[in-house]
């Protein structure tokens, strides 16, 4: 098994033999080769390049497991390019794309698996930091060098901990690797990387230009994401209609829900949901939503564990208040309390608030200050890596979220 995965170790070996593997089966599924099935044959592989190309771009994030990747992204690949050549009118096979589909997915499944300890990131450390910490997360191999360092030792990248006293050898030891263009990774960036979140205990020692987003793809990111809305609406527009009218039967009051929060630079907006509970006594106080449980409606509970009382925030996202992936927006009483708890909290306002996040994928709802102040962690993550990849990896992980009800309240 071993030289077989040693093989398959190599990308371009993998998926030259992946291609072929596919292309083989559909010539033995399809004898007789009509022009339909021999330009699906063609789709085919172009669909498995661009799966080949996406997948590791997702998987940047040491957090991610590309194997639960593998079949949202083969999906979404062949129903767009389905949908592309429907439109344009090519002749095609269904059932070849199907197969090629399939065959494409259990390709990149099973060689996933005997890949996987080849895909671990294998990096050499000076010992002036925790590298137990970092073996224990188990999806990087951290190995202790011994000195006196030698250059030719570091077969991938090299960690240390930047903010500690580094001998003069062990600096000049740094600076040769930088020289040999062996990456230095800062044993910090490592741990954010594996956990996901930013270590605010260390913010004010990073530079807090990281932490501003690329203005070039918030541009992009605000067109892709309100062409996704248009587009699905067709889809969307009839399950508000019926949420509408479920909501009304169910309980007096308005079937929506509008409150304001508080949006990119503190300014303050007005946030539309549906309503999932009896209507708000006036003058109230402002509690979060594990506090009102005995107040959520039986359409209520359907409804929010599908995330389905978030689709008027479209309107939101075209109004350019909010963006489909960003920081959930907090009450403005929340804010105000957590400014004064929790440092770095408004750093979050550097981006537009969205419907759907990093921090609501990994680590589900916050309710109280200390789970807050994890929340903010898993924000500035998504804040400092801002970027189109980390987008379609949440897009990814709510859609998993919307299935299993993952910090529904």
């Not at 080769?33 to 592989?45: A, M």
């Not at 593998?70 to 269904?94: E, G, H, K, N, Q």
Request: charged content about 20%.
């Amino acid at each position: 098994m071993k030289p077989i995965q040693k093989l398959l170790s190599n990308s371009y070996i993998c998926h030259f033999i992946g291609i072929f593997f596919v292309v083989s089966m559909l010539n033995v599924l399809f004898p007789f080769k009509p022009e339909t099935v021999v330009n699906s044959i063609w789709i085919t592989s172009g669909c498995y390049l661009i799966s080949a190309i996406v997948l590791p771009k997702i998987s940047t994030y040491l957090l991610v497991e590309r194997k639960y990747y593998i079949l949202p992204v083969v999906t979404t690949v062949f129903v767009i390019a389905m949908s592309l050549v429907f439109l344009t009118r090519v002749d095609y096979s269904r059932s070849a794309l199907i197969y090629g589909g399939s065959f494409s997915f259990l390709w990149f499944y099973v060689t996933s698996l005997l890949r996987q300890e080849s895909q671990r990131l294998v990096l050499f450390a000076i010992p002036n930091f925790d590298i137990k910490g970092l073996n224990k997360k188990g999806k990087v191999r951290v190995i202790e060098l011994r000195q006196p360092y030698n250059i030719t030792d570091v077969k991938g990248g090299l960690v240390v901990d930047l903010h500690r006293n580094l001998t003069p050898e062990s600096e000049k030891f740094i600076a040769d690797c930088s020289l040999a263009d062996i990456s230095v990774f800062h044993a910090e960036s490592i741990k954010e990387m594996l956990e996901g979140k930013v270590q605010t205990q260390h913010l004010s020692e990073n530079a807090i230009g990281t932490l501003l987003p690329n203005p070039l793809y918030m541009t992009f990111k605000r067109f892709w994401e309100s062409l996704i809305i248009i587009a699905s609406f067709p889809i969307t527009l009839p399950i508000m209609a019926i949420t509408a009218i479920l909501i009304k039967l169910e309980n007096p009051g308005p079937a929506m829900f509008i409150q304001e929060r508080v949006g990119q630079g503190g300014k303050v907006f007005r946030i539309y949901k549906f309503r999932s509970m009896t209507v708000k006594e006036a003058g109230s106080e402002d509690k979060f939503a594990t506090q009102e449980q005995a107040r959520v409606t039986k359409v209520g509970k359907i409804i929010r564990k599908v995330r389905i009382d978030e689709l008027p925030q479209f309107f939101n996202v075209l109004k350019g208040d909010m963006s489909l992936i960003g920081p959930r927006p907090e009450q403005d009483s929340f804010v105000k309390q957590f400014e004064q708890e929790i440092p770095f909290y408004g750093y979050r306002h550097m981006v537009k608030p969205g419907i759907t996040g990093w921090a609501q994928v990994v680590q589900g709802y916050a309710d109280d200050t200390e789970s807050t102040t994890e929340k903010l962690a898993f924000d500035l993550y998504y804040i400092k890596n801002l970027s189109f990849w980390l987008d379609v990896n949440i897009v990814f992980k709510t859609i998993r979220t919307m299935l299993t009800g993952f910090g529904a309240k």
